[in-house]
């Protein structure tokens, strides 16, 4: 490892002798931004570039993984969805094929770094804003802080070990390499460090970052509710923990929505169950969402078509509300194995087509389930379907029971399909609970057949290949086992 650094090293600081940029010589991404330059080190200079550089933080959320890969990864790749389209590379994650030169995976490995980067941005250089107040400056801390945490937690989930990215880096020198050399060659970092770091960005949020009311911006509820979901995620799950936050969470105000589809009408944004919510606000805006014509249209085949799996389990629940609300259909001039084209089903959650689509972070269902899964974890099965029961009221269908703690998982697992289809959750929370190479090995087909390539599906391909581009890059990254 030594030697891999010392070549690094050696042949990097030659490079700068003749180029200006470190970009134009180090596959540096993602943790350098080449397209800034700073100014005698200044790079915030005041009040309006800062609030510039926060919006461009809200504005990460218009990238490719948050418009589109993270709902490819929580379902598409999931038995709720067939992922569908016609993009040969997205077919590698419903088959459980990934290859490390896969090029969508690695836009993904680039949208999450280079969002971290700039929050690090923010983070890093506030300070130096001179006309800003204290009061703005923290919040803005909190802010970037927690979305620093929560593109970290997607990408644990997705690699294991990775990068830890809290350093920006806009310039390279002989003078300065030393000081930058872990940021421009990251090594991956175990698990248990990564989630150390997600956890301390959260509890900085908690502290500093505006309070729940405003739901469009990361916000002290939201990093609780992040809390909640990461004690229940990392390795040996810290249940309490997970328990502790949601029912700070509970307390805070948030109640279920009466009408499940006002949930995603998109007139009832920032509503009484939602607890930090992406604002797509327009086409002209940071973040104009392009989204719902990656699942809704017949123009094209879309991505993540509901599965038969969903729809039997909305049909064996008599759950009419959120199947109308997480499913539409149409007549299509295509086919496959799955659906015929009379009739053929569409994910319906995203539907406004005027770029000004939401998608929920957190919303309070997502936390009673989590809180009954920390339960049932905990053995009170009877506590855990008391949660799970209140989640149902609201749609009208019937309480359910469970034998005993194993039962009452598997029931929570389900009731998360029906609640949460489509909003990027199911193949995280198959991972979670230990159920994915179990239940993803029996997904089927419209004809009831076990899919060809659900026997794809093992312990190793619960996380993505290191992009090879960045391990061509970098001899201090290693590959993850099974690629």
Known sequence: MKSVRNYLKTSAILMVLFLSSCSDY????PITEDTITD????????AAAAESRMNAVYGTFGSGYWQLDFLLAGDGQSDNAYIGADNPAIFQYEAYQMLSTNSQMKGDWND????????????NYVDQATDLSTTRRDEMIGEASLIRALNHFHAVQLWGDCPIATQA???VSSENFDEVFDALFPTRKPVAEVYDQIITDCLVAIDLAPDGSNKFKANKMGAKALLAKVYATMPNPDWNKTIQYC????AGGYTLLPTYDHLFDSAHEGNDESIWEVNGDGWGSPIGAWNTFMFLGTDWKKFNAPSHTLVEAFANNGDTQREASSITRANVGWADNYWSSTN????YKMRDTNGNQNFYIARLADILLLKAEALASLGDAPGAMTLVNQVRARVGISPISATDASDAVYKILDERLMELAFEGDRWFDLKRMGKAVEILSQQKDGNGVVLPTASNINQNRLLWPIPQDKLDANGLLTQNPGY
């Open 26 to 29: 180090l596959d540096t991404t």
């Open 39 to 46: 100014n005698n080190g200044i790079v915030i200079e005041d």
């Open 112 to 123: 999450i770094y280079n969002n971290i980067n700039t929050c690090n941005i923010v983070i």
């Open 169 to 171: 880096v806009f310039s």
């Open 247 to 250: 029912d700070e969470v509970i």
């Open 344 to 347: 053929y089903p569409f994910a």
